[in-house]
């Protein structure tokens, strides 16, 4: 069954902190992976987006890496900042023909001062 | 620039009513999407539209309809609407539905169902 699992459900940071998100999917065949940020009552943001054959990807603060081979993500935060505070969402594409998209449930990100 | 604008950003019916939720975007992108996001769940997509003129079923198209009115414009229809369509509904739209391409969302809408 095609899943995408994320880990922790939920993290409280203290500002300037760096911390780790965690994705696993069980996709296939797979297409490309993303991670999205959703500020409360907002819709999803685009934060990186990684195909097969690309191992990181960085925006500002924020660097994505992918492991194909064991079907594994994590989105890096480095000197968290209080607008951090969201929850993160990965995102796995298959590659197949109807548009077929899994999301995660999130990670829900508190960051405090 | 507005990106991908949603209407209504609330509403509540009752069990029964009929409603349609609106979006559009000036992005002049080819494909557009509708999902809904429950709590402790992950988006789930409804209805898309890979061009003007098509329409396909997504993961949970039951209870809906959707209509691509131009380029710009791709509604959703609740007929009959029930409690279990309570959720926020998201819209979103991109160049082109696969590849690497990013998708663009809307602000949502809100719906509860009573």
């Not at chain 1, 064991?70 to 989105?75: A, Y």
């Not at chain 2, 009929?18 to 992005?27: I, K, V």
């Not at chain 2, 990013?102 to 509860?112: D, K």
Request: hydrophobic share 30%.
């Amino acid at each position: 069954k095609n899943q995408v699992e994320q880990s922790p459900q939920s993290l409280i940071i203290l500002e300037g902190k760096n911390c780790t998100l965690q994705c696993n999917y069980t996709v296939s065949p797979f297409s490309n992976l993303r991670w999205y940020k959703q500020d409360t009552g907002r819709g999803p943001v685009s934060l990186t987006i990684m195909t097969f054959s690309e191992n990181t990807k960085s925006n500002g603060r924020y660097t994505a890496t992918l492991d194909a081979d064991t079907k594994q993500s994590s989105l890096h935060i480095t000197a968290s900042q209080l607008s951090d505070s969201a929850s993160y969402i990965c995102v796995v594409r298959l590659n197949t023909g109807g548009f077929k998209t899994i999301f995660g449930a999130g990670t829900r990100l508190f960051v405090k001062a | 620039n507005a990106g991908v604008t949603q209407t209504p950003k609330f509403q509540v019916l009752k069990t029964g009513q009929s409603m349609t939720l609106q979006c559009a975007q000036d992005m002049n992108h080819n494909s557009m999407y509708w999902y809904r996001q429950d709590p402790g769940m992950g988006l789930r997509l409804i209805y898309y539209s890979a061009s003007e003129g098509t329409t396909d079923k997504g993961e949970v198209p039951n209870g809906y309809n959707v209509s691509r009115l131009n380029k710009r414009e791709f509604s959703l229809r609740l007929e009959s609407a029930a409690p279990s369509q309570t959720s926020v509904y998201f819209c979103a739209s991109s160049e082109v539905g696969q590849g690497p391409y990013e998708q663009y969302f809307g602000p949502g809408t809100r719906l509860t169902v009573t």
